[in-house]
Structure formats: C-alpha cells, structure tokens
C-alpha cells in the first residue's frame, strides 16, 4: 500500500523559510511518477503549488513563482518544498501527491 508522509511545516514569520519533505513507501513507481506539491487555506479549495516530474521538470503556480522550489530525490522516494520569502497568504495545509495518492498534510503558519 502506498503511503506518503510529510513533515516539516511550522510557525515562522513572514519573509521566513521553510523546507517540506515528502517520502513514499510501499511504491515502486515513485522514479517514474509526477509529483506535486498542493495546499489548502481555511474556506479555500486546495490549489497546486508545484510539481515535477521524473525528468524534473518543474511547474509552479504563479503565486510562488521565483520564492518556492521543488525537487525530488529517486533514490530516498523522496520530494521537497523549499519555501522562502514566505508570505501570510501561505499559511495553508500543505499535501504532497504522487499520482493519485495523497499525503495527510502538514499545517504551515505564516504569522508574526
């Protein structure tokens, strides 16, 4: 069964960083497989934030765009989320998502 486990969200202050990881088990796809990175505000619906594929090619939404950076580790089936410049409006629950499995989320606070 695949799983895939966050960790790394928090409190910081805005114009602070932060680094999501994602890591995958029971997967022997995860070399090939897209995989993104997604949140979810209060009273929002969830919205991509960025993906990569397994050729690492990267997109990003607009909002974070130039202040967010994905990347992806085959090797260790892991996926990260450097999180710079941060803003109040990214204060979310953050998933990651291989394919059609999702994480269970990780709250990220941006607050002062």
């Known amino acids: 069964q695949v799983q895939l486990v966050e960790s790394g969200g928090g409190l910081v202050q805005p114009g602070g960083s932060l680094r999501l990881s994602c890591t995958a088990s029971?997967?022997?796809?995860?070399?090939?497989?897209?995989t993104g990175w997604y949140r979810q505000a209060p009273g929002k619906q969830r919205e991509l934030v960025a993906t990569?594929?397994?050729?690492?090619?990267?997109n990003y939404a607009d909002s974070v765009k130039g202040r967010f950076t994905i990347s992806r580790d085959n090797a260790k089936k892991s996926m990260y989320l450097q999180m710079d410049s941060l803003k109040p409006e990214d204060t979310a629950v953050y998933y990651c998502k291989m394919e059609s499995f999702w994480g269970q989320g990780t709250q990220v606070t941006v607050s002062s």
């Open positions: 029971g997967s022997s796809f995860f070399s090939i497989a897209t």
């Open positions: 990569i594929t397994r050729n690492s090619s990267t």
